[in-house]
């Protein structure tokens, strides 16, 4: 087997079911420019520990550079009998090299250091891409509630309306759990910064190669403490698939809410066209298709996640062959997030919210009954009473077809005596919002307040 990685001790090559099985260079390629970024590292490392000359380094460096260049302009390509994109990479190395000095690049490294060091450098980068693509959606977000700091809208839960809010400060509760993915990507990318380099298959090295020199060059902040672990643990891949696949979990929940908000029978938003879909059949339809593509990935992320958590499960210490599946979801994960985000981001930057129809609904459904029950308590009246003397007005206006403003006085009075008639103050929307002061409540000063520290949070990162 002309260019394999092994080979030496066995009696015939490998069948050709088993090539068809152990061939990764069809997802792993991808990892050739960081593979080559760790062999420049190593080759310094070797050179430092005296087992490459000068001579010897320089060469084997522009051959590195040369070869870059190859896989760059797609001149260098792995062929049917590689076995992965290291074995590729030596192979192409070695023609461009030679043997005697191609030979040398392996010393005091195995594939299992290489690739545990690869996927970090593979997930650090696009880490950081991705981190990028979010900190543009959570801008759209800002800047669509800094352009609606005065509407209001119904605030839910359980669907149901529950109290007036702003649209702002509704918007912001989406843009807040991705300034924490943001700050999770940043921890984990601490934890990330850790090079297996100089770990070996397993045991170590024993050439005396500096792994701080090997992680320095490669941008990592320091070797790792057990060769073990380094080579056969995946927690930092499947840290990464987690929150990728909460990133997809809180775009999809958005994503809900848009596409009800653009019903005919909610109409509180306006997709723009070019951010919608048609029909083939109904010339009508304008659909919301990003939204729900959103939705849809997140299972797949989630998907991507579980079944990298299921490989991982059984595994006994150190490398086995089965840690080679951890790259494909996550793979799959960056791209899915680094063509959503930007169309994500577009859908949202592009929505024309409908205020005064949310204004309209606002104060329906009774929203303002908390409001009256506030009231009491302010007049003095303990809570579990103002709760029942507020639960009695809305029942009054329920039977009445009527609204919490329109009792008349001697109605509020027979209700209750407490409910004089400069209750009324407090029913308005207005007023309701207003009065929420509290540390991150709907008052619109609060709301100002917490956009200008979401953007200081962001720009922090
Ligand atoms: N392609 C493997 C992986 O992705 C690395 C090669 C290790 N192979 C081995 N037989 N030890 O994990």
Not at 143 to 150: I, K, R, S, V
Request: include cysteine.
């Amino acid at each position: 087997n002309e260019g394999a990685l092994w080979g030496g001790r066995f009696s015939t090559g490998p069948s050709p079911e088993l090539v068809e099985l152990s061939r990764s260079t069809h997802f792993d390629w991808q990892l050739a420019g960081y593979d080559l970024d760790g062999s420049r590292a190593h080759a310094t490392a070797l050179a430092a520990a005296g087992y490459l000359t000068p001579d010897e380094l320089k060469r084997m460096l522009l051959a590195l550079d040369q070869l870059g260049a190859g896989v760059a302009d797609g001149t260098v390509t792995p062929l049917d009998s590689d076995e992965d994109v290291h074995g590729a990479l030596e192979r192409a190395l070695i023609d461009i090299a030679g043997p005697e000095l191609g030979g040398k690049l392996r010393a005091g490294r195995s594939r299992n250091d290489q690739i545990a060091t690869l996927i970090r450098l593979y997930l650090l980068h696009h880490a950081h891409a991705i981190s990028h693509h979010v900190v543009r959606l959570i801008d759209a977000i800002a800047a669509q509630a800094d352009q609606h700091l005065g509407a209001a809208m119904p605030g839910r839960t359980h669907l149901q309306h529950a109290q007036p809010v702003l649209l702002s400060h509704h918007l912001l509760a989406h843009a807040w759990p991705l300034v924490r993915d943001l700050e999770r990507l940043r921890d984990w990318s601490q934890r990330a910064s850790v090079s297996p380099y100089g770990s070996g298959a397993l045991a170590g090295s024993s050439l005396g190669l500096d792994p701080q020199l090997v992680a320095d060059e490669l941008g990592l902040s320091r070797p790792a403490e057990n060769s073990i672990d380094a080579t056969a643990s995946r927690d930092v891949v499947a840290e990464f698939a987690f929150v990728t696949s909460l990133i997809g979990i809180n775009l999809s929940r958005f994503s809900e809410e848009i596409i009800l908000w653009n019903t005919r029978e909610f109409d509180f938003v306006t997709l723009h066209d070019g951010y919608s879909t048609g029909s083939s059949i109904m010339p009508q339809k304008k659909n919301p298709d990003i939204a729900e593509l959103a939705r849809g990935k997140s299972g797949r992320l989630i998907g991507n996640l579980t079944g990298l958590l299921a490989t991982l499960k059984g595994l006994p210490l150190a490398y086995n062959r089965d840690l080679q599946e951890d790259k494909e979801p996550v793979f799959d994960s960056v791209q899915t997030l680094e063509v959503l985000l930007p169309a994500f981001t577009g859908m949202v930057s592009s929505l024309k919210f409908n205020t005064p129809r949310m204004a309209e609904l606002a104060p329906q459904g009774f929203s303002l009954a908390t409001d009256v029950a506030e009231w009491l308590v302010r007049a003095g009246v303990p809570f579990r009473d103002a709760h029942e003397i507020s639960g009695a007005l809305v029942s009054h206006c329920e039977k009445l077809g009527i609204e919490l403003h329109e009792p008349t006085d001697d109605e509020l009075v027979a209700i209750s005596p407490a409910l004089t008639p400069t209750v009324r103050e407090v029913l308005t929307v207005g007023g309701s919002i207003a009065s929420r002061t509290g540390v991150g409540g709907t008052a619109p000063d609060r709301v100002a307040e917490q956009l200008a520290e979401l953007t200081a949070r962001v720009r922090a990162i």
